[in-house]
């Protein structure tokens, strides 16, 4: 009973020998099994694809009148018809996503690259740093979003820019107490005592351990930030903070169309539509995202 | 090798209605350990033996004492260069690996901690190498750990702390989670490990059986004290302390007929009583207690030529 | 004393499988067992091994994704295992209890002890006053050795050690004094002098209450101690039953034999290595061919390999499975 090998214990289990691959292609396999987080992934990728290509999909312009041609019907000049100044609808959609998605995505990154960071000096270092950075925290997440964008907007100024801004300030608190308490949930945990006894360097263990296991609530927690931030954005447009019209923004055509809603639904319907499609396509691809990146699913 | 002169660590503890205590976790611990031997250290849970294992290797920060390794005071100096020799292996093997990496990384950590500048396929070697050392074969390294059972996890934890080649290596009850037939396993590849490369491990239990087939020489800790030091056989057969005899009463026993002959009284639940405030901390408990053991707490002193315990009575 | 008349639980046949994303897992494969009244019956093997799952699905407490193939459980007679929620929410408790090995999580932390007692006690006996519950889990506290109980049913389960919790958990098992307690390795995640006085404890209680009791365990050392009968089970099979003494000095199992080996001896000779099993434990999903044990058996022989042996009667109440025999 003295001599005894791992290999014929192997082979006694029946366990079948991995392939090597990356970690990251475990994920991409796992993530492309799964149906609905592609399909909302490609939806929301097509429908960002459009409103970058806005200019080749439509020879319309978002701010050209066509005061003959109010309330057109779909027609093959205007694919979706036209609105009560006799703008392009589709035109007026695909640019106003553009401005929409832009303030979306941007805000949502910056907040969850400063929230990140944030998050990993307050969770692994903790002391005095934390306590600052906690109740600071408390503080921005006690202010209404829409009183903290609109504060900002009076403050400094009317504009795309500082509108992005603000929304990226009031997201901050959510990705940064995320991070740190997943932080200090991982610290506590034996695999980084291991890694400290081994002698790894502080850095290497923020990268290796730290950064890749907080990953995973952190994507899902950028998926469900773009979809707030995506209804944040509207919500202000719907009541005109932040973007100036003529620029398109799918609230503000919300709002807009919303006197014709009797008369001449379409514009209302599509302009909520493209909201609904984003945020639902978004949420759909965080779920899938979460089940990828558990390496125990299948 | 390895020296600890009255090392100590206290834990503060804030209590919901009497405000914040001290606990002694580790209070005053002195021993030696020599090159190539096994100390084990047993105790039941709470008594400390974990905390003076991560405090020797400075995994938390002793309060007090010091730590003498290889000749030089270890207990305020930068432990970078030492992280290569002093090794540790955890109690559970499934919380000590990161489980978002693959075996082959986990392990490939330790061996680019130890020498940076290897090339990929020499890593890949090294790791190869290191599996088969703990008896798993090169192609574990890209399964997860959570496909490995406990046994093959806890061979994985080793293989890790092997990666820089240590001298000395503290095994934090590294069997106590796994299954009998994997407890045997598992120190059977630790005894071959340490004939091999000639480690010094510090082995923590609460079972004495299983201390006893690993160690050479054996510590009985009880409530952050030492109470009773000497040869595995010397603790084992001729227990000096009256702690170590309940230690030694409480194991299971090997077959009905053993178990018929001991006849244990049902006692109470005594792991909450608290550590007293002087005298020897076993008196409550002890039923040779005399007066002096309320009042005096006792030092070590010599039963026999290297057999230490701290105890009035003798 | 007529001891085939006197059985309180018997199992028959009982297949128990778990659809997983490597396919079914064959946990259990038709075992049966027997407890008779006021009988310690030790269920032993190594984890994964469906000692667990062999007496979890008895107490219908398997999750959605296990299946029961065939098999009855009678319980006095009546077959627990086709009985109804109502049903067996009362059987629970008041006929069968069980306790587990890791009790803090079996304990609603947001609640006292006394709270959590109280209404143990009046959910099976709903005629019974809050006065009359109270002073009924003060005596069981007081039985399983916590003193000062008024204090400690005032008390919140993380204010417990693990091993009083596990007190506490013993005391609500027998509050409604059932006629078999089912332990699942309940010293296992315990220090060993903990475990002594728990098993002690469990000893106690039994002889003095005359409930049977129906302890899972890896370590045989703990049956020695406790138990009357041991069932040894492997790989979902039940590999050999028969009297404690039988069973540890006439082993007639290999696998039996290979893990008497495995209790740690204090009174070996020095340096002697610890004799271990070959290989892992078995995995459910790939069951060998023929005997269950033959990839890890020192005696393996062809016949082995091909053909599941049958069980064969060695004594009274000792049988073994096995082409030696």
Known sequence: MKTRTADNANSAAGLRPAAPSSIWGDFLRKLCKNKTAVAGFIVFVSVCAACALAPYLTKWDYHTLDTENVFAPPSREHLLGTEYLGRDILARLLYGGRVTLRITLVSTSLAAVIGCLIGLAAGYFRGRADFFISHLLDILASIPVFLLIIVTETAFGWGRGNFMYAMAVAAVPQFARLVRASVMNIISCTYIEAARALGVRHSKIILRHILHNIAPPLIIRFTSGVAEALIICTIMGYLGVGINPPTPEWGALAFVSKSYMRSHPLLIILSSAVIAVCVISVNLFGDGLRDALDPRGT | ?314 | ?325
Not at chain 3, 136 to 157: A, F, H, K, T, W
Request: hydrophobic share 35%; with cysteine.
């Open chain 3, 1 to 325: 004393m007529d001891i085939s008349s006197d059985i309180l639980l018997e199992v028959r046949d009982l297949d128990v499988s778990f659809q997983s994303r490597q396919g079914e897992v064959r946990a259990v494969n038709g075992i049966s067992y027997f407890v008779r009244r006021g009988e310690v019956l030790g269920l032993v093997g190594e984890s994964g091994g469906g000692k667990s799952v062999g007496v979890h699905a008895v107490m219908s407490l398997l999750g959605t994704s296990a299946r029961i193939n065939a098999g009855s459980a009678l319980f006095e007679g009546r077959d627990i295992l086709r009985l109804t929620r109502r049903e067996l929410a009362s059987f629970r408790g008041r006929e069968v209890s069980m306790i587990f090995q890791n009790p803090s999580s079996y304990l609603d932390p947001v609640f006292t002890i006394g709270r959590q007692m109280v209404e143990t006690v009046r959910a099976h006996d709903k005629g019974i006053s809050k006065e009359s519950a109270r002073a009924l889990s003060e005596d069981m506290l007081r039985s399983v050795g916590i003193r000062d109980p008024e204090r400690r049913m005032r008390q919140y389960p993380f204010e417990f050690s693990g091993g009083m919790s596990q007190r506490v958990m013993i005391a609500i098992a027998l509050l409604c004094k059932p006629k078999l307690l089912i332990a699942d390795e309940p010293t296992t995640a315990l220090d060993v002098t903990t475990q002594a006085q728990i098993i002690q404890l469990l000893k106690e209680l039994q002889e003095q209450s005359g409930m049977a009791m129906l302890y899972i365990t890896h370590n045989f050392g703990i049956v020695a101690e406790l138990c009357d009968r041991v069932s040894v089970i492997c790989g979902g099979y039940i590999v050999e039953q028969g009297l404690t003494d039988d069973i540890f000095y006439h082993a007639a199992h290999p696998y039996t034999q290979a893990l008497l080996k495995l209790i740690p001896r204090i009174d070996s000779p020095k340096n002697e290595t610890p004799p271990s099993i070959e290989g892992p434990p078995v995995e459910s999903v790939t069951l060998p061919k023929g005997c269950i044990f033959h990839p890890r058996c020192p005696c393996c022989m062809d016949v082995c390999r091909q053909n599941a042996p049958p069980q064969t009667a060695l004594e009274q109440d000792h049988s073994a499975s096995c082409w030696l025999l």
């Open chain 2, 1 to 314: 090798m390895l020296k600890t002169e009255k090392l100590k660590k206290y834990y503060e503890i804030r209590n919901k209605n009497r405000g914040k205590s001290i606990l002694r976790a580790v209070d005053g611990v002195s021993l030696d350990i020599a090159r190539r031997e096994t100390f084990g250290l047993v105790g039941e849970s709470g008594c400390g033996k974990t905390t003076l294992g991560r405090a020797i290797l400075r995994l938390t920060e002793p309060d007090g004492g010091s730590i003498i390794y290889d000749g030089r005071d270890i207990t305020h100096i930068n432990m970078f260069p030492y992280r290569s020799r002093m090794q540790i292996i955890f109690q559970n093997p499934s919380d000590c690996l990161d489980p978002r990496c693959r075996v082959g990384d986990i392990i490939a950590e330790g061996v680019a901690a130890k020498s940076s500048k290897l090339s990929k396929p020499e890593l890949r070697d090294t790791v190869s190498g290191l599996l088969e050392s703990v008896r798993l074969t090169p192609d574990y390294a890209y399964r997860y750990p959570h496909e490995l059972s406990g046994g093959q996890q806890q061979r994985v934890g080793i293989a890790r702390a092997l990666a820089v080649e240590p001298e000395f290596i503290v095994c934090d009850e590294p069997v106590s989670a796994l299954d009998v037939s994997y407890q045997a396993q598992i120190i059977e590849l630790l005894k071959e490990l340490q004939e091999r490369l000639g480690l010094t491990y510090l082995f923590i239990s609460h079972d004495l059986s299983v201390v006893r087939y690993m160690s050479d020489r054996i510590g009985v800790m009880y409530l952050g004290k030492l109470v009773e030091l000497g040869s595995g056989e010397d603790v084992v057969r001729e227990p000096a302390h009256q702690y170590t005899k309940a230690l030694l009463d409480a194991i299971p026993a090997p077959d009905p007929i053993t178990a018929r002959a001991k006849n244990r009284t049902h006692t109470e639940e005594y792991t909450e009583l608290g550590i007293p405030d002087r005298g020897c901390r076993y008196c409550r408990l002890c039923e040779y207690a005399v007066p002096e053991c309320r009042d005096e707490e006792p030092e070590l002193r010599e039963v026999s030529p290297g057999h230490l315990c701290a105890c009035h009575l003798l």
